[in-house]
């Protein structure tokens, strides 16, 4: 979403959610019960940030912010 133009985004990778997902599913086949498998979250979080949205609505962005990201838009 940060790359249509959202000023910041802090959630799970689709490929690493995917990946885990794919995992349940093999276990599934196999013949576990989903009721049986655990609750699955993202394993890692990464935060975008848009810095020309932030220009353009007149945000300052400060320096702790900028160097947590794990990726900027520009």
Do not use: C
Not at 3 to 14: F, I, M, R, T
Not at 17 to 38: C, S, Y
């Amino acid at each position: 979403m940060v790359e249509q133009g959202a000023l910041v985004s802090y959630g799970g990778n689709s490929r690493r959610m995917g990946i885990q997902a794919a995992k349940l599913v093999v276990k599934i086949l196999r013949g576990a019960h989903p009721t049986d498998l655990p609750i699955q979250t993202p394993d890692m979080l990464f935060l975008a940030v848009n810095l020309t949205t932030a220009k353009a609505i007149g945000l300052p962005l400060l320096q702790p912010l900028l160097e947590r990201a794990d990726r900027w838009v520009q």
